[in-house]
């Protein structure tokens, strides 16, 4: 179980570093605007928004995805390296952390009409699983024969 849950909390998270590092890629190299604009005006482009808002967006857009990217990445380094070990911290600390980011994505949802309700419930299934499995394999005791 703990290697079943290793690999759904790994791909979990490495989705969703990848997903942060491209919304920072477009952010910061490209010079688009915050994806949520997509959701609220149904372009990137804000047209008529005042500035001084669209770089607010913009500015928490870019601390958002550099936190989720840093707690990704740091995550999946806990899981190969830790949690894969039987680690009982490094398994609280994911469990804690990851819920704790996942919440933050369905309610910052909350602000958007709930526009991605599905995504957020496929993407929690899949961390509860990863988290369920990997506590099955950290907190399992062997019987004795």
Request: proline letters at 2%; hydrophobic letters at 60%.
């Amino acid at each position: 179980m703990l290697r079943a849950g290793a690999i759904l909390l790994s791909l979990w998270t490495g989705f969703n570093l990848v997903l942060a590092l491209g919304i920072l890629f477009m952010l910061l190299v490209l010079g688009k605007n915050a994806p949520a604009l997509l959701i609220l005006y149904g372009d990137l482009q804000a047209e008529g928004m005042d500035p001084r808002a669209l770089a607010t967006i913009n500015a928490l857009a870019v601390m958002f995805n550099a936190c989720a990217a840093s707690i990704c990445a740091l995550s999946l380094v806990m899981i190969w390296f830790a949690a894969i070990r039987k680690a009982v911290w490094a398994f609280w600390s994911l469990a804690g952390c990851l819920a704790f980011l996942q919440a933050a994505g369905f309610a910052s949802d909350t602000f958007l009409g709930n526009k991605d309700f599905l995504g957020n419930t496929v993407s929690s299934s899949i961390l509860l699983c990863g988290i369920f499995f990997v506590g099955l394999g950290v907190f399992h005791v062997p019987e004795k024969a």
